[in-house]
C-alpha cells in the first residue's frame, strides 16, 4: 500500500494528469497523493513543483495548512479521534488512551515501526452518533471500548482498511422529525422546469419573494446574493455549495448529502441558470470523503437524466455541470473567500472583502456560494411556489430549518421544523431532561440557559446554522467551554494577530485556570483578549472565538470562579514543575527536592 | 468634495481606488500601521491600522476609500487596541531588542515606542525558531518574523524568484524557504534582493555589517514613526488636488 523511494514519481504521473496538470488543482493533487502514500514524500513535492512549474515551497506551504495532509510518514494507519465536546461527553478521552496502551503508542508520536500514529482532530460531523474517529480518513462511529480492542488489533495484525467490519463504517441519518426538506415530495427537475418556465430575472425575483435567507450561518437573503452575481460583468460565472459543515455540533448538511444531493445539485442548477453560470462546485469537507463517490454517482444520474450537462432539459445553450472538491481538514475554509482560495488550489485564507465573490469570486469571477441546505432550500421554494414556501416560518425566516442535536438527550439526531421553534420545544422532542445549557449554532454561535429556553430559533431571535448541543446539570460548562477555546486555537489559520496570538493565548489561560492555578488576573486578561479578538480579527473565526467564554463567563461564572486561586498573581511558568526532569535524573523526590508554593 | 472622508474630523481627499490608509498618508495624516508598505499591495494582516468606520473596526489598509466616510483612528479605544496588538507581536517571537541588530531602524519597536507600550502584557511564548545562518552574505533570524509577508511579496513580484513562503497554520505559522534543504545557501538570494530591503523587524540581516550605523543614529533614532512614515509616504503629485 505505501511505497517509498523513487517508486513514488511512476504512480504521479496518473494523479497530475487526472487533474490536467493545472496547479489550480493543487489541493486535489495533494489529497490523491496522500491518500495513495499515506503522506507527501519529498520527492512527490519535487516531482509536483517541477512539474507544475511552481516553487517547492508553496507546495509545503498548502500542505502544512491542512490537517489531513502531511509531509512526513504519519504511520500506515492514522487513527484521529474527533474530539469534540459531544465526543468528549461520551467518553472519547478515555477510549484515546485506551487505544494507546493497546498500541503500547503515545498520542502524537508515530510507532517505531512506521505502522500507527493516534491523535486528535477537531469536531467530525458525527456527534449523533459518537465518541467517532478517522482511520486514515475513513470515519468510523460508535466507538466502545470492545470497538477499540478491536481496531487495536486490525491495526496490530496489518489488516487492510478495506477488509474491516462494515459495520464500523456505518453512518446512520437518525432523522427524528421530518419536513418538507427531509420528506420531499418532489421529483428531480420539478424545481428546473418550475425555473424554466421564467426569466432569468424571475427567478432572483422569486428567490427574493420566498423571503429565503443563508442557512450556513449569516443569513443573508439568497436572492439579493443571486441578484448580485447575476448583475455582475464577468467572462464566466460560478455556483459554489459549501459543504464544509465544520461547525462543531453541525452534522445536517451531512444528511441532505446523503439523502437530498439530488436536490442540493437541482438548486444549484437553478442558480447557475438564473446568474448565468457555466460551471459549479460543490466542497465537501474531507470528514466526509465516504460520500464522494455516492454523489458523483447522484451527478452522472442527472447527466443522463439530461439535469446536468449541455442543454439541460433541452433548452439550448443552458450548458452547466458540477465538480467535487474535497477539503483536507480546515474549518476556516467554510469561511465562503478562504473556500474559494482552497478550490483555487492555495492555502485557506480568508481574503480582504470588498470585493466580495459575487463579483470577485473564484478565479476573480462572479460567484455564487451558498450553503447545501440554501441550495435545498431554493429548489423546494421554486417547486411548491414561493407563497407556500413563505407560509412556512416566521415574518423574516421563511421555510423550514434542519436542526442537528446532540449532547445530553435521548434522540441525538436531525429533526426539522418550521422556523419560530423554541429551543424548549426542541428539548422536549429529543429528550432533554435536566437542561443546564444549550449551544446554539456551534461554539461560533451562543450559549443559554434555562431562563432563555422560551426564546425562539430564527433570524429575529436566535439565527442558527443548525448545531444544537444539549448539557445537563452534571456538566462544567467551564470545560465546555475549554473545549471550544481548543477547537478555535486548533483552526486559526493564522493570517491576522489578534486571532494567530490570541486564540493560542486564551486557550493557555484556560489550561491555567483549569489546572488551578488561575487567578482573578486571568479572568481580566481572558477579558481583554476577547475584545480585540472581537473587534480586531480578520474573519468570522476569529471574531467569534470569544464567543465560547463570553457566554459561560455571563451564565456560569462560579463555574470560573470556583477554579480561580485567591491568589492575586500566580506565575504561568510552573517552577516546581519544571524540577520534574532534574528530579527524574537524579532519582529524587523527596520534599527538599520540591519548591513549596510559598517559595514560588 | 465628493472625493473626500473624514478623519478624525479633518477632511481627506483620496482618489478612487486608494484605500484609507492610502489617502490618509498622502494627505499628511498618520494611521499606526505594520504590514503595510507603500510599494506593495495591503496586505491586512497585522490590524494595527484597525480604525472605526459608522461603528464597525476595519483595517484601514485594505477598506477602499469612500466618499463621505467617518473614520476615528486617534483614540484611547483603538490606541488600546493597538497596545495589544504590539505586545502580542513581542509575546509571539522572540525579541531581545538591546541585541538586535536592527534596533532603532525596527517597525515594530518604534510602534511599541509611540504607542506606549511599556510592558509585554502576555506571557512570553518562546517559540523554538533556528537560525539560518547558511547563507554566505545573510543571516535569517526567524525568531523575530512577524509573519507580515512584505519579503514573500518582495520576493516573487520584485525580484521574480520566490525565495520565501509561509507554512503552517495558526499560532504554528512561519516563514520557510524555497529550496530543497529549507537553507537560504540553496536559493538565488542576493543581498541587492527587494526581499533584503522590506523586511519591518531583523530577520533578514546583512552578515559582516552589524552595528556599523551606531545606536542614536537610526531611522526611529532621531524622530517617532509617525513622522517617519509621514515622510516615506507618496504624496499626491503637485497640482493634483481633491478638494
Ligand atoms: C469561520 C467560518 C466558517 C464557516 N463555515 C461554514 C460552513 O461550514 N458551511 C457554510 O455553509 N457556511 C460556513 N460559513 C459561512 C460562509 O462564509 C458563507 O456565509 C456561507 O457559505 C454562505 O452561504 P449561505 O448564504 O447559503 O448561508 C462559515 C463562516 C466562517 C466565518
Ligand atoms: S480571524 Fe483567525 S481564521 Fe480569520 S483570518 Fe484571522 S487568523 Fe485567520
Ligand atoms: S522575514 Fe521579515 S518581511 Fe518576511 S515575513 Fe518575517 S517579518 Fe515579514
Ligand atoms: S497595516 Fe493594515 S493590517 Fe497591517
Redesign the interface.
Known amino acids: 500500500m505505501f511505497s517509498c523511494g523513487t517508486s513514488v514519481v511512476p504512480s504521479l504521473e496518473p494523479i497530475l494528469l487526472k487533474h490536467g496538470n493545472d496547479a489550480g488543482q493543487l489541493l486535489q493533487i495533494l489529497t490523491d497523493v496522500q491518500q495513495a502514500f499515506g503522506y507527501i514524500p ?1 520527492e512527490a513535492v ?1 516531482r509536483i513543483a517541477a512539474h507544475l512549474n511552481i ?4 507546495i ?2 498548502v500542505a ?3 490537517s489531513f495532509l502531511k509531509l512526513e510518514p504519519h504511520g500506515e494507519y492514522r487513527l484521529l479521534f474527533s474530539d469534540n465536546i459531544t465526543d468528549r461527553m461520551l467518553g472519547n478521552q478515555s477510549l484515546l488512551d485506551e487505544m494507546c496502551r493497546q498500541l503500547w503508542l503515545q498520542p502524537g508520536k508515530v510507532s517505531e515501526d512506521g505502522l500507527v500514529s493516534i491523535g486528535l482532530t477537531s469536531c467530525t460531523g458525527m456527534c449523533d452518533q459518537g465518541p467517532a474517529m478517522l482511520v486514515n480518513g475513513r470515519v468510523i462511529t460508535r466507538l466502545t471500548p470492545q470497538r477499540v480492542r478491536e481496531i487495536g488489533d486490525l491495526v496490530r495484525r496489518r489488516i487492510p482498511l478495506e477488509d474491516w467490519p462494515a459495520e464500523y463504517f456505518v453512518v446512520e441519518d437518525n432523522i427524528h422529525r421530518a419536513g418538507p426538506l427531509l420528506s420531499n415530495p418532489f421529483t428531480p427537475g420539478d424545481a428546473l422546469r418550475a425555473a424554466l418556465g421564467m426569466g432569468e430575472a424571475e427567478i432572483v425575483d422569486a428567490i427574493k419573494r420566498s423571503g429565503l435567507r443563508g442557512r450556513g450561518g449569516a443569513g443573508f437573503s439568497t436572492g439579493l446574493k443571486w441578484a448580485a452575481c447575476q448583475q455582475a460583468p464577468g467572462s464566466e460565472k460560478y455556483v459554489v455549495c459549501n459543504a464544509d459543515e465544520g461547525e462543531p455540533g453541525t452534522f445536517k448538511d451531512r444528511v441532505l448529502l446523503t439523502r437530498q444531493a439530488n436536490w442540493m445539485f437541482e438548486g444549484m442548477t437553478v442558480c447557475a441558470l438564473a446568474i448565468g453560470a457555466g460551471r459549479g462546485y460543490l466542497y465537501l469537507r474531507g470528514e466526509y470523503r465516504y460520500l464522494l463517490e455516492p454523489l458523483q454517482d447522484v451527478l452522472q444520474q442527472r447527466r443522463e437524466a439530461g439535469l446536468l450537462g449541455r442543454d439541460i432539459l433541452g433548452h439550448a445553450g443552458f450548458d452547466f455541470d458540477i465538480e467535487i472538491h474535497l477539503g483536507a481538514g ?1 474549518y476556516v475554509c467554510g469561511e465562503e473567500s478562504a473556500l474559494i482560495e482552497s478550490l483555487e488550489g492555495k ?1 485557506g485564507i480568508p481574503r ?1 472583502r ?1 470585493p466580495f465573490p459575487v463579483t470577485h469570486g473564484y478565479r476573480q469571477q462572479p460567484t455564487a456560494v451558498n450553503n447545501v441546505e440554501t441550495f435545498c432550500s431554493a429548489a423546494l421554494a421554486l417547486a411548491m411556489g414561493v407563497d407556500n414556501f413563505r407560509a412556512m416560518g416566521t415574518e423574516k425566516s421563511s421555510g423550514s430549518k434542519l436542526i442537528s442535536v446532540s449532547g445530553d438527550c435521548a434522540r441525538p439526531g436531525i429533526y426539522e421544523y418550521p422556523f419560530g421553534v423554541s429551543v424548549q420545544e426542541v428539548l422536549d422532542d429529543c429528550g432533554a431532561v435536566n437542561t443546564l445549557a444549550v449551544q446554539i449554532s456551534g461554539p461560533s454561535g451562543i450559549c443559554i440557559g434555562p431562563n432563555e429556553f422560551n426564546r425562539k430559533l430564527g433570524f429575529e431571535d436566535l439565527p442558527t446554522a443548525g448545531a444544537f448541543m444539549v448539557f445537563d446539570d452534571s456538566r462544567d460548562m467551564f470545560e465546555v467551554a475549554r473545549n471550544f477555546v481548543h477547537f478555535f ?10 486571532c ?6 486564551l486557550k ?1 489561560t484556560m489550561d491555567k485556570i483549569a489546572e488551578g492555578h488561575g487567578t482573578r488576573h486571568d479572568l481580566a ?1 481572558v477579558e ?1 483578549l476577547d ?2 479578538l472581537q ?4 474573519c468570522g473565526l476569529g471574531r467569534t472565538a470569544c464567543n465560547p467564554v463570553l457566554h459561560t463567563l455571563k451564565h456560569f461564572r462560579p463555574a470560573y470562579e470556583s477554579k480561580l486561586k485567591s491568589l492575586d498573581f500566580e506565575p ?2 510552573d517552577l516546581d514543575g519544571a524540577l520534574a526532569r532534574a528530579r527524574r535524573m537524579t532519582g529524587r523526590d523527596d520534599a527538599g527536592a520540591h519548591l513549596k508554593a510559598e517559595d514560588v | 468634495m465628493s472625493h473626500t472622508f473624514q478623519l478624525d474630523g479633518a477632511n481627506i481627499g483620496f482618489e478612487p481606488g486608494q484605500t484609507v490608509m492610502q489617502a490618509a498618508l498622502a494627505a499628511g495624516h498618520y494611521i499606526p500601521h505594520l504590514c503595510y508598505h507603500p510599494e506593495f499591495k ?1 496586505h ?5 491600522c ?1 480604525v472605526k468606520v459608522n461603528g464597525r ?1 476595519l ?1 484601514s489598509c ?1 477598506m ?1 476609500a469612500e466618499a463621505g466616510l467617518e473614520v476615528e483612528s486617534n483614540t484611547d479605544e483603538l490606541n488600546a ?1 493597538r497596545r ?2 504590539v505586545q ?2 513581542f ?2 517571537g522572540n525579541h531581545f531588542c538591546p541585541s538586535c541588530e536592527k534596533s532603532g531602524n525596527c517597525v515594530l519597536q518604534a510602534l511599541g515606542y509611540d504607542l506606549e507600550v511599556h510592558s509585554t502584557g ?2 512570553h ?1 518562546y517559540p523554538d525558531r533556528p537560525v539560518d545562518a547558511s547563507h554566505p552574505e545573510v543571516l535569517l533570524d526567524f525568531n523575530r518574523c ?2 507580515c509577508e512584505l519579503c514573500v511579496h518582495a520576493s516573487a513580484e520584485v525580484d521574480g524568484k ?1 525565495v ?10 512561519h516563514l ?5 534543504s529549507g537553507q537560504l545557501a540553496d536559493t538565488h538570494f542576493s543581498v541587492n534582493d527587494k526581499a533584503m530591503a522590506v523586511c519591518p523587524v531583523g530577520v533578514i540581516l546583512r552578515k559582516e555589517v552589524g552595528f556599523s550605523q551606531p545606536i542614536g543614529m537610526r531611522r526611529y533614532d532621531a524622530r517617532p514613526i509617525s513622522a517617519q512614515a509621514l515622510e516615506d509616504a507618496p504624496r499626491v503629485p503637485a497640482g493634483d488636488s481633491h478638494e
Open positions: 519529498p519535487n516553487p517547492l515551497a508553496r509545503r506551504g502544512s495548512f491542512y480546515a492555502r480582504n470588498p486555537a486548533h483552526e486559526s489559520c493564522g493570517f491576522c494577530t489578534p494567530r496570538v490570541g486564540t493560542s493565548m493557555q486578561e481583554n475584545l480585540v473587534t480586531t480579527s480578520h504561568a511558568f | 495591503p491586512g494582516s497585522c490590524k494595527l484597525t473596526t483595517a485594505t477602499p487596541l495589544t496588538l502580542m507581536l509575546a509571539e502576555f506571557r511564548q512577524i509573519l520566490h520565501f513562503a509561509l507554512a503552517g497554520r495558526g499560532i504554528e505559522k520557510i524557504v524555497n529550496a530543497e
